[in-house]
């Protein structure tokens, strides 16, 4: 496995891969890699293509300079975990070439309104103007033919979905499923920071959205199923929706077909997000 941090000598290998007719894929992440990663990894190898990931704690997307400080970081396991899982190629680019003017603020920003407004991006504002434009760079170095996310992070995939489209690159955005531990909960960087007490508490995330996934039933009631499933454990609820999984509209009770349950919740100051498709029944 390659490890680089050059900007240029990264690029050069992205286009040696190109020019010997071999399919790029892209894996973006912020290091703490876990087996959600691995599976993303994995995927891209099985495809044949060669699997650049990126490791690189965006300081662009923290709205909170505590969050961003508690971020895990394990470049080291990271490393050789990378190489287990397919890995040719590991950026970990540095702060000044990815972002020279931080600590002020980088005055090109790629916004993606309305979808990048709500949810998460109401709760923690300028977060996807960060993700939306760091991945644009990621892209616009690698020019990847696939690029791979985790739907753990659902909102962040529909936001980048959008942007690829809206900008025209020419890259495929591959969603993977959420890989869960065996209890339910979604893995995360962020579950590392849990207490036992905290990580037994946040298991009513995943149970909130395995309820609402269960039956099809209106909008109004899979609202109420999240919310009451994660009033059962003493965690602070930052939303529970059911939106539609591509505009991220709110649904309505007049609406059928699949839709998305969304929540996130801080669990003794740690905050965690699970996410899973849902069906309406609309009125009759
Ligand atoms: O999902 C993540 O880890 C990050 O938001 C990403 C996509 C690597 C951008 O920094």
Not at 84 to 100: A, F, Y
Not at 220 to 245: C, F, G, I, N, W
Not at 253 to 273: H, N, P, Q, T, Y
């Amino acid at each position: 496995m390659r490890l680089l941090r050059d900007v240029e000598e990264w690029r050069a290998f992205a286009d040696a891969q190109r020019a010997a007719h071999r399919r790029v894929a892209l894996v973006p992440t912020m290091g703490a890699l876990h087996a959600g990663h691995w599976s993303l990894f994995t995927t891209a190898k099985e495809r044949g293509d060669v699997v650049i990931a990126t490791s690189f704690v965006n300081p662009r997307q923290f709205d909170d300079q505590a969050d961003l400080a508690r971020y895990p970081h394990t470049p080291e396991v990271d490393r050789a975990a990378a190489e287990t899982h397919g890995v040719d190629c590991l950026v970990e680019p540095s702060l000044v070439e990815m972002w020279p003017a931080y600590p002020d603020p980088t005055p090109t920003t790629v916004s993606v309104r309305a979808l990048g407004d709500v949810l998460e991006g109401a709760a923690r504002p300028g977060h996807f103007d960060g993700v939306a434009s760091v991945v644009a760079k990621l892209l616009i170095v690698t020019g990847p033919c696939r690029v791979y996310f985790g739907e753990k992070d659902f909102q962040q995939l529909a936001v980048i979905r959008q942007m690829v489209h809206d900008l025209s690159f020419a890259v495929e955005v591959v969603g993977c499923a959420i890989v869960r531990d065996g209890d339910g909960l979604a893995l995360s960087s962020r579950n590392a920071q849990l207490s036992d007490d905290a990580r037994r508490r946040a298991l009513v995330l995943s149970r909130a959205v395995a309820r609402a996934g269960e039956a099809p039933t209106s909008a109004s009631e899979l609202r109420r199923v999240l919310r009451t499933t994660l009033a059962s454990a003493d965690v602070e609820v930052v939303y529970a929706e059911v939106v539609d999984p591509v505009t991220f509209a709110p649904s309505g009770d007049g609406d059928s077909g699949e839709a998305r349950a969304l929540v996130a919740a801080i669990v003794d100051g740690v905050r965690l997000i699970d996410n899973g498709p849902v069906l309406l029944k609309g009125d009759q």
